[in-house]
């Protein structure tokens, strides 16, 4: 069986408050393996990387509090959210300059 991984909860900095509307993001897949690494990143299958920043994956701009890996099929309500996967997109700012550590502390200083 496949999986897949859907980003919720997106905000596009990392100091929103609850209060503040948060969107749905994309979905991806199917891949035969979703692995997350220590919480550092997600990979997907065997090419792609998500990165985890201060407990939230970066994706597209958007930072998403919530992500969900499922097997089987996409929801009907959620096909136009499926997404193919940039890796480009998936490089948070400053990513290859800082540990996830340290790039946490630079976003709040």
Known sequence: MMAWIRLRHGR??????ESEREVD???FGPFLTIHENE??????????????VDGSVY???MYYRTWEIFHGSVRD????????FSPDLAEPPHW???SNESFAVVLFD
Do not use: M
């Open 39 to 52: 919480g550092r990143d997600i990979r997907c299958g065997e090419a792609w990387t998500l990165r985890i």
């Open 12 to 17: 596009h900095n990392l100091l929103t408050t």
């Open 25 to 27: 993001g994309p979905v």
């Open 59 to 61: 994706y597209g701009g």
């Open 77 to 84: 309500s959620e096909r136009d959210r499926v997404c193919c």
């Open 96 to 98: 290859d300059e800082f």
